[in-house]
């Protein structure tokens, strides 16, 4: 007589498989499968010390030798210009989704507009200082206060408005993927020339895309090309204007 052969599956190895069926559940689970298809990759165990000792030295210097004169010829230049505070303080998302305060030089003309729609080229509300500063990225040189603070690093994506990050995540997938490590002044999709406004969901895919291949690829050797390159990009932005005139 043939005896009927049952297989038992270990009871750790079926609960694994098990898909919650909560909502919140069912997205923490999803999320953590993300992880393992796209994030098997982890940087060195020096790198988050090392890259904390770059980020605290890098800061400090800028500060100490660059805006300690600086601040004050651009406090004195957007108060010349406009009427308002020198600094715009904006609630950005940071690791892991926690928010944070983003330190910026104020660039435009004080309107209610400023936390949910994105700034776009000739952009009425940019004050005529603050053309100069975006086009240079000097407006952003206030977040080194935010490295310095650890709500950012030097090199990492580029952190959303709150508004962006609960309207992105719902339409993009594994845009929360980028959320695993600290937010950047810079980062790969900044030096591919992915910089400004976002004109449309192919453009912010490809931001996503550079995003999580700087999270698979993170080393302290990328961090420094990274910089290196984002140097070379500012500098040829900052002298354009001038080349352009010289040919004419």
């Not at 940087?43 to 210097?61: E, G, L």
Request: with cysteine.
């Amino acid at each position: 007589m043939k005896q009927e052969v049952t297989f038992e599956l270990p009871l750790e190895r079926r609960q694994s498989q098990i898909i919650p069926q909560t909502d919140m559940a069912s997205i923490r689970y999803m999320f953590h499968e993300m992880n393992q298809q796209y994030l098997d990759h982890q940087p060195a165990s020096y790198y988050y010390t090392i890259k904390r000792i770059m980020d605290f030295t890098i800061s400090a210097i800028f500060i100490l030798a660059v805006m300690s004169w600086l601040t004050p010829v651009i406090a004195l230049l957007i108060k010349l210009t406009s009427k308002g505070p020198v600094f715009f303080i904006q609630r950005r998302t940071g690791y892991m989704g926690i928010e944070f305060n983003c330190f910026k030089f104020r660039t435009m003309f004080i309107n209610d507009d400023a936390d949910i729609k994105q700034v776009s080229i000739n952009d009425k509300r940019i004050t005529r200082i603050g053309k100069f500063l975006r086009l240079t990225h000097i407006d952003e040189t206030p977040q080194f206060f935010n490295v310095i603070l650890g709500d950012m690093s030097v090199v990492g994506p580029r952190p959303h408005m709150l508004f962006h990050t609960r309207y992105y995540s719902e339409c993009i997938p594994y845009y929360n993927l980028r959320l695993e490590v600290l937010p950047g002044m810079t980062g790969m999709a900044q030096i591919k020339d992915y910089v400004g406004e976002i004109s449309g969901e192919r453009e912010l895919r490809k931001r996503i895309q550079w995003d999580i291949y700087y999270m698979k690829n993170r080393s302290i050797w990328l961090d420094i090309n990274i910089l290196l390159n984002t140097f070379g990009c500012v500098f040829r932005k900052a002298i354009k204007p001038f080349a352009k005139k010289e040919q004419k």
